[in-house]
């Protein structure tokens, strides 16, 4: 059974840092690998989306790599802003079933200005 | 905006109560997905429906059932409530038959609290 972990839980930085926030799964037979923003009390909004034959996707000052081999996905924020202050969440569809997606539980992310 | 409504935004019941959740798919979109995110956890996926048929289902008790509709609008109901139940529900819609993540769109969500 597909289990998706997200390190770190929290995370707090200074304004302008860059940060990678990870993404663990144990079933490496993957639809794709999708990184989502929620803000607080509010539904989800699609930043990346990796197909399982791709390594990384990128986005503006967002990048997001996926090695499947290891069970791992990064998503890389460089120069970080307040704006970017909310919870991040990596979903991994299996292969065969990819409309019963599992979800990592988030990683709290805080931007100090 | 993705074009998909959820109401109310906020419900409070007690426990051993019936409720339902209403969501309004995108124009177009035949296929609604459920989701249940308690606090500090990600979304659990509840069930998918397509064309008012369910085609799909998590690991939730039957107590937790669907109705989707020809006017693109649906419903979530649980019956016989309990504390554990109290999370955000979201709801997402999708043009296709069988839906992932990367072709749906995510509704704001309804907070439903059970006291």
């Known amino acids: 059974k597909q289990e998706v972990t997200q390190i770190p839980a929290a995370l707090s930085v200074p304004e302008g840092e860059n940060l990678v926030l990870n993404c663990s799964f144990t079933d490496s037979a993957i639809y794709n690998l999708q990184w989502f923003r929620q803000d607080p009390g509010k539904g989800l909004t699609s930043l990346l989306l990796i197909q399982s034959s791709q390594r990384e996707q990128t986005s503006g000052r967002l990048n997001a790599s996926l090695d499947k081999s290891s069970g791992r996905s990064t998503l890389y924020i460089a120069a970080s802003q307040p704006g970017d202050s909310a919870t991040y969440l990596c979903?991994?569809?299996?292969?065969?079933?990819?409309?019963?997606?599992?979800f990592g539980p988030g990683t709290s992310l805080s931007v100090i200005p | 905006e993705t074009g998909v409504t959820q109401s109310p935004t906020h419900l409070i019941k007690t426990r051993g109560q019936q409720v339902t959740l209403r969501c309004s798919s995108q124009?177009?979109?035949?296929?609604v997905s459920w989701y249940q995110q308690a606090l500090g956890q990600g979304p659990q996926f509840i069930f998918q429906y397509y064309r008012e048929e369910e085609n799909g289902r998590g690991n939730f008790p039957p107590r937790f059932s669907g109705l989707q509709f020809p006017n693109y609008s649906s419903e979530l109901n649980v019956n016989a409530l309990e504390l554990d139940d109290s999370a955000l529900y979201l709801c997402a819609s999708s043009p296709y038959r069988v839906a992932s993540t990367d072709t749906q769109y995510f509704g704001p969500g309804t907070r439903l609290t059970v006291l």
């Open positions: 124009s177009g979109h035949n296929t």
């Open positions: 979903a991994a569809p299996p292969q065969d079933s990819y409309d019963k997606v599992i």
